[in-house]
């Protein structure tokens, strides 16, 4: 049996890897409700690949994708809390508060699958999305869910998690990386 490394499983599904301009460049904003149609085709692509991937790992906590992960340079993403809760569909979000309060955790990236890397995300954040009719919301965030919605906002600002990290800090082999299948730890309130 062939060990096949986990970012080329990434690659093999779909998703588009590390060194790609594509995930370097800003994600173009929808204009809706004029492009509501090409904002559902986007989303329905972000659901098909996300089941795709869930059948090959799973993902205790949380998923999510960004259209530029594959290959559309537009600015939705997905993201599928842990357990049973509801996706969440970003069109077009801004972060538009944080907390001033941070923690660090490892995170993972389907982009490039085979390390994990520790760094500090704000605690809480409130995030400004469309949806399909151009209206806008603003919905808080916090913990896990909060880091999840900002990872996935980066990928939409051409972001990857590495430039988060803090001075000395490098990503881990993910062999080496111990928390996967669980929940990241929060302090209780």
């Known amino acids: ?22 995930l370097a460049e800003p994600a173009r904003p929808f204009n809706l409700p004029t492009e509501r149609d090409e904002a559902e085709r986007v989303v329905d692509d972000l659901f098909a690949a996300m ?6 790992h799973p993902f205790a906590k949380g998923m999510g994708l960004a259209a530029p992960q594959i290959g559309i340079a537009r600015a939705a993403a997905v993201v599928q809390p842990p357990g ?15 907390s001033d309060e941070t923690d660090e955790q490892y995170e993972g990236c389907l982009s490039f699958f085979d390390v994990r ?8 954040i409130t ?3 469309a949806a399909l009719s ?29 430039s988060r990290m803090l001075p000395g800090v490098e990503p881990i082999p993910v062999d080496e990386y111990r928390q996967t299948g669980r929940a990241w730890a929060y302090e209780e309130a």
């Open 127 to 129: 995030v400004e999305t």
């Open 51 to 56: 089941e795709r991937i869930g059948q090959v």
């Open 134 to 162: 151009g209206e806008t919301s603003t919905i808080t965030y916090e913990l896990g869910l909060a880091r999840l919605i900002h990872h996935e906002i980066d990928h939409l600002n051409g972001l990857l998690y590495t």
């Open 117 to 124: 890397g520790l760094l500090p995300r704000p605690l809480k």
């Open 1 to 22: 049996m062939i060990d096949v490394r986990p970012s080329q499983q990434m690659r093999d599904l779909g998703v588009v890897q590390q060194g790609a301009a594509i």
């Open 84 to 98: 049973n809760a509801p996706a969440i569909i970003l069109l077009n979000p801004k972060i538009t508060a944080r």
